[in-house]
């Protein structure tokens, strides 16, 4: 399931990520979402409302520009996250020391052989249109 938020400075919609299960998986691009002076990464305070009320956990992060791969858990957003609005509407930002890196090791057996779950994941996204391939 896509999840949307308002962004008040563009005056539209936009996309947060997309719900899979227990986990968002949220793609970003590191040199234009990454807030430095937050040291991490922001998302709409509606939008973790949302993922509270759907149970949702996991919070994924893909860098497209980086291929880093990030871990949060929701209820860290909730703890220790702090909200401030930069003009895109209220947001909670995590600062960086609460991420985990990502790297699930773990492999599937498909029509084509072994895949690792990422590639399986990106291919899910572009499939769905949220990622370009």
Known sequence: MKLYVKDTAKNQSVLVGVIMGDTLMKHVERRKHFMRVENGYGINKEGLAELVKRHVRFIRIHESDTENQYETEVKDWRDF????????????????????IWQEPILEYTENGLKKKYEIMREVLIKKGVIKP
């Open 81 to 100: 996250g702090h909200t401030i609005n930069y003009g895109h509407g209220t947001q909670v930002f995590l600062p960086m020391r609460y991420y985990k």
